[in-house]
Each structure stands twice: as C-alpha cells, then as structure tokens.
C-alpha cells in the first residue's frame, strides 16, 4: 500500500512480500514500543495487580505488558515471542487471550527486536529502486540464519508462551462526573470494567502480591504463567550493539541459594514478621518507606503511621485515617487524627486487617480480608493526592471527629456543584461531594461511584460528620484536601506557605482527573553513556463515566530537576496545591509516565574520572612504600598497612572491619593504578587482602554470615567479644553451639548488636565497604574472586538486588524510590518520626562499590554491564537525595540556614531534618564525608554547597581540640575540592597518628588514600560566593618532593624534574594549547581525522588521543575518555555554520523585502 512508503512494495515476488510482511510486523512493534498503539478514544485501560494494561473497542480487547514499554526497544536482546495473535471474545463478560505463533510469525519474531528495529531504520532511508534490488532469497537465507542463532536461547521460552487468561468481569463498576469547563456534568459513559493478565516470559515482575486467592468481583481470574527458574535459559542481552539507551535487565544476579554458601536459620521470638505479613510468603521488606506500618506493634497509633507523601496515614481495623502533615519550622512537620478524614467500612463486620495484601517500588495496598475475599483494599501510591478505597460488596464511610462549618446555623454539604443541606433524614445522592470541616479549617472532596441501578444514597451527618452509604457497592470512592486554610486562615499552620491561597484551581484539577487512578507502579532504567534514565508507570483503575484523563500526582523539590524540558511541560504550575512538608512545596503533575534523568559517575573502574596530577605521584609513592611515614602506626608505609588482628581473625562487628578491609583494598588499587602490580609488596598486599577477607566469608568464620530465611536476608551472627586481658586470642563468647545452630547468633534477637545488623539496620553501609574489597579483588586476584564468587553475590543481592524474580531477597532493600535515597534503619523503624537515614556519604559509597565489582567483572559474567550501570544510577539516585535535603543552603527549595541552622543535617527522617543528638557540629559534618573513594566526586560535586559547609566545618573543629585528632584529615579533602595546594598544607598538619586504626573515625582511611584523593581533584571552580567566604579560586598549587622516592630492588625509578609550580609565561592549569601557528582553531566536521593536541597522533571521532584526552572532532556527548577535549574543531565549525545560516537568511529576508544586498553589511 502506499501508506507504507518504504515498507511497501511495486511488484508480487516472493521477497517483496515477504518485505511488506515483515515491514507490517516492524510497524506495529515500533507502535508498541513507542507507546503509540492507541485503539481509539472509546479505549479505557485498567490493570490487574501486576500492572498489566488491556484495552478493549467494538468487543475485541488487546493487552500490552508495560514492562515491555520501558524504552524505544522493549525487547532487546529478547526472543519477540509473547505477540498474541488469538483472541477470543464472548459478550458480555469474558476475555480469552491465546498466544500460539505460526510458522512465519515465530520466524520472524524470534530475532530480537533490535534487528527489525534496524531494519526498519535501514529501509525508511532507502529508495524504493534499492529495496527492489534486493535479492528475495538470499534475503529468507538472511532471515533464517539469524533466527537459528537465537533458536537454542529461546526454545524453552517459546515452549512456554502461551499464556490463557480468563478474566469475568462486572457489570460498570467505576461510574463517576467529569466536570466541564463550565461546571456542568457531562453525559455518563458506560464503561466495562476489565481485568487480564499476561506476563513475558522474560520479564521481571515488580508488584509483590498476597499468594492468596480471591473471590472478589473485581478481580476474578485464572492465570497459568511461566515463572522463569533456575534451569531456564535467559538470553543476555546484548550490550554493544547500537548506539543509544540500553535497557537493564531486572533479572535475579545469581540462582545460589544464599543457605549453601552460608549458614541458614529461621527466626523465632523477637523480630518476626507481624500481623502485616500475614498472608505473605518468601522474602520480605525490611527498611521499606512504609515499614513503620509493618513495624508497629498497633498500626493505629503514631509510631505505625505511614507517610504516603503527601499524606500521612494511619490504618486501623476498619479504615484509613487521611491526614496532612502540618509544618512546624520548615525542618519538621506533625500530624493529629483529630484534622484527617476516615475512608473505609461502614459495617465493622468480620474482617481481619490491615495488611499489605500487596506492594511494589512505588505502592502499598493495604487489605482488609474476610469470607475468604478482600472486603477492603486501600492502594497508597506515593505523591497520590487522592486516597482511594476499593470495596467488594460493601458500604462505604468517610467520617471526621470534626464538625462541618455552619452557614447561618446551618451545616451544607457542595454535591455535584449545589448547596445540600446536611442531616441524618435526608438521602443524598450525586458523585462529586465536597465539605469544610470547622476546627482544621479544610476542605476536603469525596468522588463516589453511580451504582448500577443509579439508586446509590449516602446519609449526611453534620456532628461529627460523616457520609455513610446505605447499601455495598462494588467500586472505589476517593477523597482529596484541596485547602486546608478554608476557615482557618490565621492559623498557625497556615502562616508562610502557599496554604489559604485561592484553591480553585486545583479544585477543577482534582475534579478533572478523579476518574482515573493509580493501583501499582513499575520502574525501568536505561542508561545512554553518562546519562541515566529512571522510567515510572503505573498501573491504573477508572471510575466508570468519566473522560480519560491522564493521571494526576503531586512532584516535589526533589523530582522536577530531573525532569526533562518537554517533561516539565506536564507541570500544571498554575494550580497551588495545599501541601508543603519536610521534603518542600509540591507541584501537580498530569502525566501517565514520569522519566527522571541523571548524569551518571563516568565508566572508569576503579579509577578517579582524572588521572593523578604528576605533581603528587612521588609524595603518594613515598607514602604508599616508603620513607614517609603513612601516619597510622608510627614510621610504617601504607604497604605495611594491617587490620588489627581480631578483624584479621574475624572477630567483631561487619562496619569497622569493613572500613578496613575496604581500607586496604583501596591501597591495592591505587598501587595498581601507579603501575606498582609487577612489585613483590603489591602481591603481598592483595595476598593479604585476600585472606582477610576470606576470614569473614567462610561458613565456619568466627563471626559467620548467616541467611535468614524469615526475612530473607545476610546478616553477621554478630559478637559478644571474649575478654581475656590480651591473654588469648580475640574471640567471640558466643553460644558454643551458634556455628552449628545459627539460630542461636545473638544478632538474631540483640537489635544493639553490631549497630543493628541483625535487625537491617545500615546493610548498605556494612556491606558497601566489603563488595568494593571483593571487587579490587576481582580485578587483582581473579582465581580468590570466582573462589568466593557465590558469597560476594550473595551480600550484593542483600542489598542490591535489581530482580523481584530473586526467590531469596527483597529488591534493593533500603532505596525508597520515589524519592531517590534510602533508608537506613530496618525492623525498628516504628517510631512517630518514621524511617531515617544518616550518613549519605556511605549510602553513596554502597552503590559505587555495585558499580566497581560489576565494572570489576566486565568481559567476564553476563550480568556484569547491568550491575555496573544499576550501581551508577543508584548512586546517582543518592547522591541527588543528599543534594536536596542534607545540604542546607542559604537558598533552597526545602529549608534555609535560618530555618536549620546548620549547613549539614545530621538525621533526615519521615517528618523532621535534626541534628544527632549530643553531637558536636564537626562529627555530623565527619559521618557526612567518609569515605573518600572516587565515588565522593558525586556528593561533593556542588561546590556552591562545598564552600559554604567548608567555612563552617573548618570554624567548628577549630573550635574543639578533639577535631584535629579525629575527623581533621576529613576537612582536609574536603578542601581539596576548594584547593589542592592548602589540602595538601592540611595534611601535612595532620598528628602521627591520624589514621591509626584505633581512630574511629579515619580508620577507613589513609594517607596514600587522601593525597591521591588530592592528586585527582579538578580545576578548582569559579563560584560567586558571599563576602568573607572562602575564595572561589586560588593561585596553581605548588609542589616540591621533600625526598626522592627510594627504589625497591631491582626497580629504576625514573627522574623527573619537581615542579615548582608554573615560571613566567608558562600555560596556566586548564589551559588549551595553541590550535595552529596563527593561534586559530581550525574548524572541522564531527568525526573527521584530525590532529591530538601537542602530538602529531590523529584521531577521528569517539577516539581517545594518547594522553587521554577526547579526540578534537569527537560529538558533544561522548565522554569515553579520561580526559575532556583539551580542543573542540567541531564547536567551531557549528559556530561557523550557525553564523552562515543566519547570514543567508538575513539575507533571503532583505532580498524578499526588496532591500539590495550590497545596502548593509554583516559584522
């Protein structure tokens, strides 16, 4: 057909139409994948629990997995095999989907869609005579071949494709206004409420949901899926093959039941899982956002309320309780029952709840079950600013403890736009209600469903009110607050923010998209070189009758500086929302997907994203071997470095051995990276590491790691030290039989112990430190690394785990995702100020050393490309988090210095930003920086906020004699972002023992450390700072080597000259040197072969001149080499072009005004 331009065809051959056909089925995946296969307008999407969309016109329906819209190529690297290609239809109330691919169709779907994405690109850009050219036969030889090369990967998942869904659905169930500009209602819509479900056999599923079945109306389905296993084959993606966004693959790392290579144990007494869990099986969250709720010996109390964002809810045994947390000083927030609204059961019959009947990244549906179904389901997805309830055959109550406001001594309630007078005699009946509560002074909007037969009432009461319906329904109602100053507008909580503004706008906003809302969640990443993309969907349910509307959430500070230009363009800025808390004002959103991008920790290993400056390498070399003293055990080098010996021997707590262990490894890698590997101390060093390091992963160690099969999870054994008066060796009193019973490991019900491990708390920052020793490892020692393979893995799915199809761990376990950091405290969260986390800086190290064993791993296991990238958008992720909200600025969105007066919070929590209790200034400051690894660069890469906290932090340890023996040497690197020639000073000053490792607080680190630290630092920014403050730049450090370095034996040493620093016209540091005699850049096009910078070396393009700086002609976003372009001949050319271009069409313009040429001239 014409309409197909390049995909169609002018002659009736075989290949031709083979072409056409394959140039259909290009098409309509290209729709899917781009998110474009729209049905019509009439088409209404719904999902089951697992987030799958169908869609239904004129009596066929079709289902697309969202997952498999994650990006342009949904299915790279993948078998195309889950296209359905029957489906049934019986009126009125059954939907049958079959997926059997003929013949032809598995040919052509089993190659991966990468390459008909190719092809399809290829044939758009031919013309029809090249296309005609091609030889039909050799073009099905082609295809067949291609398909053989994924015939072995996909036959067991072409065995198992076919998947059945039946789904019963109601009658119109979620029948609900929309109303117009004007005000009025538009005619209803009579909408089927469907559910199906299908699940690519090589997706991952991400919503977590009870076992349990249900009868439920709602959701009534039979699902036969192929639940991928260990013995099945999963293709790996391929990495390299085009350029662009690369999906990741949330596929499990590993298959190793964690109870063969450690130790495995039940819980029984403290700490098991609560009424919560009830209905669950297999691993569990533990430092989730809402684990206060899990937590809580009484969900209905503060200590197990659960901050929704931006509500905080509380759940109790018949209802959600809705309330809107109130600021105090802009660094913290309360909340009262006394101001919220109940949503749930009229009836308190025989229901068992609250639970979380299921859960996924970005929701929690809480269930209330009875009769064998859930009578109540409540999905809390976050930034929602709807509540929604979902009832199975049962009566809807919203109530207050509050009354209505009176109007001349009468209480109203606003139903459908009109005046109704509220009492217990009258039925009311309508689907928009809206009423002020007196005491809060809110406003708050209900949208209720139509029944089926249009005769649903409510009865009103005025005090204390409440709005009762007087028969079950099967549908959802919502409730929103759209002010919360309507009568109250001197109230306290009303003063200074953006609450009592005119409200009316986001009144129409909330009543627009009522119709629609969200029931689950799912987020894919992809990375494109140094840019990482974080992609949410969500799966939605849709209140009969009204328009399809995108869905409506709320952003806060944290979000809309990830959003891209065109994305920004979904912020509906002119609607003030009533909402403010600790984490900032918030934003209405109307959009059905959000995309989060960042800029990503560059792909270099274990390396700085710099080379050491030559000007420190002799110092860190002295250092590292000698004759310099390292300042940790008297006259030592760092080669000499040691654990002390119960961390050698594996005796004690995982944090402070893992801050060593990770200590030395980092002296391994930096000698690795000054060429020292080939030296018999290098080899002596990673011999050391090794073993230390085996000490604590082997099953027997004396402080073994064990897996708990309650939770699903590592945890150390933990350790009550043996004291023998330096008599024995170190040991731990433990239960003699623990090694053989690991449920007698006192971490299981001593929550003190090894600063909480064994309840969750800080597994990130515990096992941070050892995945990067075992990825220094990885690179170093290779045969130690695929010896200790299964453990390593074993800690990183701990923590990291990308997969929800991982049957032994819960996904990334302390990242709360909506807002990009994670929690650090585990099964003791139930407290009213909510999860916590404190020391950002190890939170961001904990991601790095993700993306250091992936990199470690490179070329070696499958999985290892992903992992690296999952490390580098997680650490992203966190280092944006500490950005917002630990770095106080005198500006922010969130909170000042005048409001906290501190420029770094100690403890951010659900509901305040405090300082640690009893702590000085500089210890807060300290815990906030360490360690200084490569990964550092991405928390202290602001140098606005860094020389503000610089100045305060410097001023508060020179105010404590403590500071210099403690946390000095990390003012020192902090400075260094500033200025490495006064960091270096700062060293230099430090005591003789400031990294011993009985300083607890620099025991991580060390002085080889902190001058490569210094040696990598870049060019020090222009900041424009405030008067008095620390200079925003300084003169070109200089540098002179106190002694030469001593030579091991054997070893020449080559001589090079010190450097004192830049003479009388010497180029300046940043420098660009002279691009041609006449000091011209001479232009050149992107990818032209052109001269490296002071060599006579070409390059073209994405190449690296040999002193690692990017080639001259390479394109603007190509950042592949260590260096940046020290010269950009392209820049120049587009300067150039720019400048004809508007030359030309001055011109055009002047000649078509009939002005002559030759009248004006162009500078």
């Known amino acids: 057909p014409a309409g197909f331009g390049p995909l169609g065809t002018r002659d009736g051959g075989p290949a031709p139409r083979l072409r056409f056909l394959r140039g259909v089925v290009m098409l309509l995946g290209y729709l899917v994948m781009e998110g474009c296969l729209h049905v019509s307008a009439q088409q209404q999407h719904v999902t089951d629990i697992g987030g799958h969309t169908s869609g239904s016109l004129g009596g066929l329906s079709a289902t697309v997995d969202p997952r498999q819209l994650s990006d342009p190529l ?179 790392v590993s298959s190793e039941e964690p109870g063969k290579v450690f130790a495995a144990a039940r819980r029984s007494g403290k700490f098991m899982p609560g009424k919560a869990f009830a209905y669950q099986s297999g691993p569990l969250p533990t430092n989730a956002w809402w684990q206060n709720f899990a937590s809580a010996a009484d969900p209905a109390t503060l200590e197990g309320s659960i901050f929704q964002m931006p ?35 009229q009836e308190t019959r025989s229901v068992n709840g609250p639970m979380a009947e299921a859960w996924d990244e970005l929701s929690l549906t809480l269930g209330w079950r009875g009769g064998g179904s859930w009578p109540l389901k409540v999905p809390l997805v976050r930034g929602s600013p709807y509540i929604t309830a979902e009832y199975n055959g049962t009566s809807p109550r919203i109530a207050s403890e509050q009354s209505l406001r009176l109007h001349e001594g009468t209480a109203f309630i606003v139903i459908d736009g009109k005046l109704q007078v509220c009492n217990d005699h009258t039925g009311l009946q309508g689907r928009v209600f809206s009423f002020d509560l007196m005491e809060p002074g809110s406003t ?55 609450n009592g503004e005119n409200s009316s706008e986001y009144s129409k906003l909330l009543v627009q998209h009522a119709g629609i809302y969200p029931r689950s969640a799912e987020i894919d990443f992809s990375v494109d070189g140094n840019k990482g993309i974080v992609t949410w969907r969500w799966g939605v349910g849709i209140l009969g009758g009204w328009q399809r509307r995108p869905l409506l959430l709320l952003a806060w500070p944290v979000h809309v500086p990830l959003f891209s230009a065109m994305d920004r363009g ?137 897996y708990d099969k309650t939770w699903g999870g590592i945890i150390s054994c933990g350790c009550y030290l043996g004291d023998c008066e330096g008599g024995c060796e170190p040991r731990c009193k433990n239960d003699q039989n623990a090694s053989s019973s690991p449920e007698k490991c006192p971490a299981m019900n001593d929550a003190g112990l090894n600063f909480g491990n064994g309840v969750y708390n800080g597994h990130h920052f515990h096992y941070g430190y050892w995945i990067y020793a075992a990825a220094v490892l990885a690179k170093y020692n290779p045969k130690w690394e695929r010896t200790w393979h299964h453990q390593i893995l074993a800690l990183v799915r701990d923590y990291a785990n990308p997969s929800r199809e991982d049957p032994s761990f819960p996904v990334v376990r302390h990242k709360d995702w909506f807002l990009g950091f994670s929690w650090a405290d585990g099964l003791l969260t139930a407290s009213a100020n909510g999860a916590n986390q404190e020391s950002m800086s190890e939170a961001v190290n904990a991601y790095y ?99 503000e906290h610089f100045k305060v932090y410097k001023e508060t340890c020179a105010k404590e004699a403590e500071c210099a023996n403690s946390w000095q040497w990390s003012l020192c690197l902090e400075q260094a972002v500033l200025d490495q020639s006064l960091a270096l000073q700062c060293l230099d ?58 030579p091991m034996p054997g070893q020449q040493i080559p001589q090079l000259p010190p450097n004192v620093g830049p003479g009388p016209g010497a180029a300046q540091p940043g420098a660009l040197p002279p691009a041609s005699a006449h000091g011209e850049v001479e232009p050149c096009a992107a990818g032209e072969s052109v001269l490296c910078p002071g060599s006579g070396d070409r390059c073209a393009g994405e190449q690296c001149c040999a002193d690692g700086t990017t080639c001259p002609s390479a394109v603007s976003d190509f950042t592949g080499c260590i260096k940046g372009k020290a010269l950009d001949c392209t820049a120049t050319l587009a300067a150039q072009n720019i400048t004809t271009a508007l030359a030309g069409a001055v011109l055009q313009r002047f000649r078509s005004s009939g002005v002559a040429a030759s009248s004006f001239s162009l500078g």
């Open 74 to 252: 949904p299915w790279r690297g993948m078998p195309m095999v889950s296209l359905p290609t029957t489906v049934t239809f019986t009126p009125p109330s059954t939907v049958t989907f079959t997926t059997p691919a003929p013949p032809i169709m598995q040919m052509i779907t089993t190659q991966p869609a990468l390459a008909a994405v190719d092809v399809r690109s290829q044939l758009a850009s031919e013309s029809d005579e090249q296309v005609d050219r091609v030889d039909g036969e050799k073009e099905v030889e082609q295809e067949q071949k291609q398909s053989k090369n994924m015939e072995k990967q996909s036959t067991t998942l072409a065995a198992t494709t076919t998947t059945t869904t039946t789904t019963t659905a109601s009658p119109p169930l979620f029948l609900s206004p929309q109303r117009s500009a004007g005000g009025e209602l538009p005619p209803k819509e009579q909408v089927s409420f469907v559910t199906t479900s299908t699940v690519h056999p090589s997706a991952t599923s991400t919503r977590h949901a009870s076992t349990t079945s249900s009868t439920s109306p709602l959701h009534t389905s039979t699902t036969h899926v192929h639940r991928k296993t260990s013995t099945d084959v999963a293709p790996s993606p391929p990495s390299k093959l085009r350029r662009g966004p690369r999906r990741l693959w949330r596929l499990p």
């Open 849 to 947: 050393a993700i993306y250091a064993y992936g990199a470690a791993l490179e070329g070696k296991v499958d999985f290892a490309d992903d992992l690296k990238d999952f490390g580098r958008i997680w650490m992203a992720m966190e280092a944006h988090g500490a950005e917002t909200y630990w770095h106080v600025r005198h500006k922010s969105q969130v909170y000042t210095n005048s409001d906290f007066p501190h420029h770094m919070v100690g403890i951010f929590s659900d509901h305040a930003a405090t300082q640690v209790s009893g702590r000085h200034d500089y210890e807060a400051s300290g815990v906030h920086l360490l360690p200084f690894t490569p990964a550092a660069e991405e928390y202290l890469k602001k140098a606005d906020w860094v020389q």
């Open 989 to 1046: 000053a430090l005591p003789l023992d400031a990294f011993s490792t009985s300083n607890a607080a620099a025991c991580g680190n060390s002085m080889t450390s902190s001058l490569y630290w210094v040696a990598t630092r870049p060019a020090a920014p222009t900041v424009v700072v405030a008067e008095g403050d620390v200079p925003s730049a300084r003169p070109p450090p200089r540098y002179v080597d106190p002694a030469p370095v001593q």
């Open 570 to 706: 979904t912020i509906v800025s002119s609607a003030a929302t009533p909402f403010r808390d600790v984490r900032g004002a918030t934003m209405a959103v109307a959009a059905d997907t959000w995309q989060m991008h960042y800029d990503l920790f560059p792909d270099v290993g274990l390396r700085s994203p710099r080379p050491i400056d030559e000007r420190f390498r002799h110092r860190i070399l002295q250092t590292l071997r000698g004759p310099l003293p390292a300042l940790w055990n008297g006259a030592l080098p760092d080669r000499e470095f040691e654990l002390p010996l119960m961390y050698e021997l594996g005796v004690g707590d995982t944090y402070f051995s893992g801050q060593m262990v990770a200590r030395l490894a980092r002296l391994v890698s930096i000698a690795g990276e000054l060429g020292e590997s080939e030296e018999p101390y290098f080899a002596d060093m990673v011999e050391r590491l090794s073993l230390r390091v085996a000490a604590w992963l082997k099953m027997d160690s004396n402080t073994p790691f064990i």
């Open 311 to 345: 509500y905080v809810i509380m759940a109790t045994s018949w209802a959600v309780h809705v309330m809107q947390p109130i600021m105090g000083h802009r660094h913290t927030q309360s909340y009262s029952r006394a101001s919220g609204v109940s949503l749930g059961l």
């Open 444 to 498: 708050w909007f209900v949208f209720a469903p139509d029944s089926p037969d249009a005769n649903l009432t409510w009865r009103c009461q005025s005090s204390p009110f409440s709005l009762s319906a007087t028969h079950p329904i099967h549908g959802a109602v919502r409730v929103a607050l759209t002010n919360d100053c309507t009568t109250s507008s001197g109230s306290k909580h009303c003063e200074g923010s953006l």
